[in-house]
């Protein structure tokens, strides 16, 4: 991965260095047709705090007619490889975005010694009807064939207007790409119970793309607990949203929160 600095507006992946000499590194996981983008002020404000930052660009992510050729397993893998290559630390940790969640949430669970705490930001466990119903419709009917990709209307989901404006999101959604979610979203919601590691989940109360309700049933699933956050003016991507700093802060004081057990150093390396 390039070991370089994103300016803000830029899809692209980053690694912010964290203070010199400091141990501990963040792996930042985006969602569905996003970019590292939409986690970028978790990522410096983490930074600030002396943690290394990582975001990668998640499989399929070049382009709509990618996506829609992409698996839920290829998003895993995707993540699994980036966590692999950040090498030892004293704490390592995830946040995830929307289906970035998910894919964190997979670390987690199968391994537990790789990953020592979690933050969650609008997991997308649960669609609303309308995402429910596209992913019906792409799965158990031809739609996909005549249909390819769900236009955005108004673009990403959230409410802070210049952010909507500069975030570098896809303007299209494949069906097929929903459809792997709605996969993924199975997967993982049998493996909750699984992931141990602190988490914290934050939610935003105006988010038209995931239920609360599934964002806090996935607090209640995880094996180890959760901080259930909600911010109430926030809509699906917390991270880049009115409240954004905020969730930076949270999700910063969180994680300074959790012990140092070695985070990756002689332990059990991602598979």
Known sequence: MAGRDHPRGDGG???LPGRPGGDDVALLLHGLTGSPFELRPVADRLAQAGVRCVAPVMPGHESPEALARTSWLDWVAGARAALRELGEARRTLVVGSSMGALAA???AAESPGRVDGLALLAPALELMPMGKMAGWLSRHTPVARFLPNIHKRGGSDVGDRAMRAANPCMHAIPFR???????????????????RCPALVVAGALDGTVTVAGTR????RLGGGARFVVLPRSRHLVGIDVERDRCAADVAAFFDSIPAHGGGRARETAR
């Open 13 to 15: 992946s980053f690694d």
């Open 105 to 107: 949430c997979a670390l």
């Open 177 to 195: 790409a929903v459809a792997e979610l709605q996969a993924f979203q199975e997967h993982v919601d049998a493996l909750l119970p699984r992931v």
């Open 217 to 220: 049933r996935m607090a209640g």
